[in-house]
Each structure stands twice: as structure tokens, then as C-alpha cells.
């Protein structure tokens, strides 16, 4: 099956530093990427959606200067926390898809990245 | 937009018992629906999805789930609950095709009692 790896896993750092985070589609050119954010015991919320070689389109409330999206190939999207604080840690899982299907293009799904900001 | 309700945010059934776990759906459009289970600091596994095709959906690890228009509904449901089953479930939908993110509801916690 599709294979989606996020990096790094855990990341704790400072607060007002910048932090980038990596989803890589291994086996599949990913076409689409999503980002989505977790905060504990909480549901998943769609932060962005990002096609390869396009800008970013950010959900309502998500500040697109602070969530800095990347996804200059279609194996690679970034995501950079700039200048976190400590409300912005959190669960952050990407999900990968390839459009070039007919139907319905499935998603899968990052392991996730733990972001602790102190 | 669609939106997704899940209803009990904890469900706790005994092991070997049948596990029942509410899904509705707010769409204008057909839906695309998936349970999704979620394990203690991972990322989701997909457990089965409805894409238009039977209504009946047979997924992994003897989960299944039926897709009621007329109810707006996707439960889920497994016959017998092993240990193993112990987890977070979410429903979520998509009506973009794959094109969209996925719209999750809330969350179910599952509880396997002994």
C-alpha cells in the first residue's frame, strides 16, 4: 500500500523558534497534500490544503504566515511552524493523495509529528 | 459544508461483545465516508471507506459499516470485541473526492472490558 512517512516524529523546541516538519509519499506521486492539526483528545482539523507547484489554500482561522507550506515536489511538502509559541503544540499529521485517478483518490495518512513548543 | 457527529465520545462494551459505534453525516452532496482508528501517539489507520459503491462496507480486522441515506448514518459495528480493538475511532467525510480534506467528527473512545 501507499506509504506516507512524517519527519521528525517528536520535535520540542524553544519558544520563537521556527520549526519544519516533512511529509514524504514514498511509494506514490502525491499530487495533493493535506495538513491537519491535533491538539490532545481532540478531533482532527484540516489546517491546509496544498497541490504540488501551487500556494497553499489555508482553512478559516489558520494564520498562512505562521504555517508556512511547501510542496515543491511531488514526494515532499513541508510544513514550517514560524515563531512558535506554547499554543501551538500539537499533533501534526499530513495526509498524501495521487488525483491522477478516475473515482475517488484516497488519502493516506503520516504517522504524525509531535510538536512541544516550551 | 459537511459536517460529521459521532455520537458517545466513550463506548465501552466487554470483550466478545458486539461493538456498535455511531456515525451521522451532514452532506448536499453524496458523501465519501471512512472510519479511521487511531492508536495512543500514532497517526490513523484507515479502517474501511464508502465510496458509492455497496452499502454494505467490509473493512480490516472484522470491522464493517453500512451507509444509510435515508438515516445519514455509517455506523460502525464488529461482531466480537478482542482486547486489541481498544482505541480512538473517527468518522470523517469528504465530498470533494479526494480533491478536499477530510471533515472528522469528534471521536469515540473505545473501552474493552475484560
Known amino acids: 500500500g501507499a506509504v506516507v512517512s512524517q519527519h521528525p516524529s517528536r520535535v520540542i523546541c524553544k519558544s520563537g523558534t521556527s520549526v519544519k516538519i516533512e511529509c514524504r509519499s514514498l511509494d506514490f506521486q502525491a499530487t495533493t497534500m493535506f495538513w491537519y492539526r491535533q491538539f490532545p483528545k481532540q478531533s482532527l482539523m484540516l489546517m491546509a490544503t496544498s497541490n504540488e507547484g501551487s500556494k497553499a489554500t489555508y482553512e478559516q482561522g489558520v494564520e498562512k504566515d505562521k504555517f508556512l507550506i511547501n510542496h515543491a515536489s511531488l514526494t515532499l511538502s513541508t510544513l514550517t511552524v514560524t515563531s512558535a509559541h506554547p499554543e501551538d503544540s500539537s499533533f501534526y499529521i499530513c495526509?498524501?493523495?495521487?488525483?491522477?485517478?478516475?473515482?475517488?483518490?484516497?488519502?493516506?495518512f503520516g504517522p504524525g509529528t509531535r510538536l512541544t513548543v516550551l | 459544508a459537511q459536517s460529521v457527529t459521532q455520537l458517545g465520545s466513550h463506548v465501552s462494551v466487554s470483550e466478545g461483545a458486539l461493538v456498535l459505534l455511531r456515525c451521522n453525516y451532514s452532506s448536499s452532496v453524496p458523501p465519501y465516508l471512512f472510519w479511521y482508528v487511531q492508536y495512543p501517539n500514532q497517526g490513523l489507520q484507515l479502517l474501511l471507506k464508502y465510496t458509492s459503491a455497496a452499502t454494505l462496507v467490509k473493512g480490516i480486522n472484522g470491522f464493517e459499516a453500512e451507509f444509510k441515506k435515508s438515516e445519514t448514518s455509517f455506523h460502525l459495528t464488529k461482531p466480537s470485541a478482542h482486547m486489541s480493538d481498544a482505541a480512538e475511532y473517527f468518522c470523517a467525510v469528504s465530498v470533494g473526492g479526494g480533491a478536499d480534506g477530510l471533515t472528522f467528527g469528534k471521536g469515540t473512545h473505545l473501552i474493552i472490558q475484560p
Open positions: 495526509s498524501a493523495s495521487n488525483r491522477a485517478g478516475k473515482g475517488y483518490n484516497e488519502q493516506f
